[in-house]
């Protein structure tokens, strides 16, 4: 069936380093692909999508990529801050009601 | 923060009792959804109602039950029959299509001892 796998599991930056999260999705059908951030105790918010037609998409400090070809998209965060600490959750979805989320990736920024 | 709500933030709960979560939005959305979240599991889909009077299973429904009476309202049922319910459980809502951004509940912690 449908399936996003996402790595790492946990990421601990230093503050005013990059980072990087990486998801592959096994539906080639799959043609939008958001990321959410959940802060601890908070709920799920959209901070960036992207859709099948483009490659890149980029907004202040964080950027995704998209490979269609080899079915890998990746969260970029530049320059990050404690306040970047948070879950973060890629999804993809084929059009329809039902979108797949992956694991999830705990990040860290220490100050 | 408003928009989508749950309630009540935490429940608690006996084995072998039926309890129903709450889900209220005022965003107009026609698609309304139900996640469960564990640790190291990401969301997972429980059911699905993209219009009123209709909903669909998702990935993990066993044990589960909703109704979509009105266009507002998606309330879960966590029945005795789900063998694990002690969880974290979000509500969502999208716009018609579902190819766009989901609003999130603050959601529910359900304890059932």
């Known amino acids: 069936g449908e399936n996003v796998e996402q790595h790492p599991s946990t990421l601990s930056v230093q503050e005013g380093d990059s980072a990087v999260i990486k998801c592959t999705y096994s539906d080639s059908a799959s043609n939008y692909f958001p990321w959410y951030k959940q802060e601890l105790g908070k709920r799920p918010q959209l901070i960036i999508d992207?859709?099948?037609?483009?490659g890149e998409k980029k907004d202040q400090r964080i950027a995704v990529t998209l490979n269609k070809t080899a079915k890998h998209f990746s969260l970029h965060i530049t320059e990050t801050q404690p306040e970047d600490s948070a879950v973060y959750f890629c999804a993809a979805n084929t059009g329809g009601f039902k979108t797949i989320f992956g694991a999830g990736t705990r990040l860290f920024v220490k100050a | 923060d408003g928009g989508i709500t749950q309630s009540p933030k935490y429940l608690f709960r006996k084995e072998g009792q039926n309890v129903t979560l709450s889900c209220e939005q005022n965003?107009?959305?026609?698609?309304m959804y139900w996640y469960r979240q564990d640790p190291g599991q990401g969301l997972r889909l429980i059911y699905y109602s993209q219009i009123v009077n209709d909903f669909q299973k998702g990935d993990i429904a066993e044990g589960y039950s909703v109704s979509r009476e009105k266009k507002e309202s998606f309330p879960l049922t966590v029945t005795s029959a789900q063998k694990n319910p002690t969880a974290f459980y979000l509500c969502a809502s999208s716009s018609t299509g579902g190819k766009g951004e989901q609003y999130f509940g603050p959601g529910t912690r359900l304890t059932v001892t």
């Open positions: 965003l107009n959305h026609d698609a």
């Open positions: 992207i859709r099948s037609n483009v």
